[in-house]
């Protein structure tokens, strides 16, 4: 499994869809956003959370498309099927490639954008730590999206529309607990229903995924 997490690793940089594309488009979200809606720090400051979180989320949508799509198109993915690796593992394997790749840094990059929202100094904390735990059901939801899209022509835009609305519950929460910690308010309960997603989705989508996979296979 190391050996292909650090293969998925390496494609997912030499393709063109590690962290550097994700990173670029959520730059220029959070820069076009004070453009759209004006230059007050006021206003900049109170929808920074949401921003930030929907940034991370469409810039994670695009390089979705590529997790199954290149093993598709060199047989990769009729080798793995046949490995002794379940294919429920492979799955796992490439939504940690994605998270590594595109997640990972977004966290990263999110306080460091936040400062062009005019994010308040406690919020920094508070939008890290809801993107650590929210943006792995995000590349897991995501790695399901590509495996029921696999060996589509154009299937990028398919894939969106299946994606997007899962995304939904992950986005309403990580902004909430941004949002509340923000204000000083309790985030208990919005920090164990995106922790729920979270988990969730990790125990039960590669499943769903690995059966999706093979019924593509035959």
């Known amino acids: 499994m190391i050996a292909l997490l650090m293969r998925d690793l390496r494609l997912a940089m030499r393709a063109g869809g590690g962290f550097g594309l994700g990173l670029a488009f959520f730059l220029i979200v959070t820069v076009l956003v004070p ?17 930030l979180w929907l940034g991370a989320l469409l810039a994670c949508l695009l390089s979705l498309d590529r997790i199954f799509a290149l093993d598709w198109e060199d047989g990769s993915l009729d080798l793995l099927a046949t490995s002794p690796l379940p294919m429920e593992g492979v799955v796992s394997v490439k939504a940690l490639a994605h998270w590594v790749t595109t997640g990972l840094p977004l966290c990263l990059a999110a306080p ?105 296979l035959r």
């Open 35 to 51: 453009f759209g809606v004006g230059p007050e720090s006021t206003l900049l400051a109170k929808i920074a959370p949401g921003i």
């Open 112 to 216: 460091i954008f936040g400062v062009l929202l005019h994010l308040p100094d406690q919020g920094h904390t508070w939008v890290v730590l809801s993107l650590l735990i929210g943006t792995p059901a995000l590349s897991v939801i995501g790695t399901f999206g590509a495996a029921l899209t696999v060996g589509l022509k154009r299937g990028g835009l398919l894939l969106s529309l299946l994606v997007l609305p899962l995304y939904v519950p992950t986005l309403i929460f990580g902004a909430e607990v941004a949002r509340r910690g923000i204000e000083g308010l309790s985030t208990t309960t919005p920090l164990l229903m995106l922790g729920g997603i979270t988990f969730g989705t990790i125990a039960l989508l590669p499943f769903a995924s690995a059966l999706v996979l093979r019924v593509n």
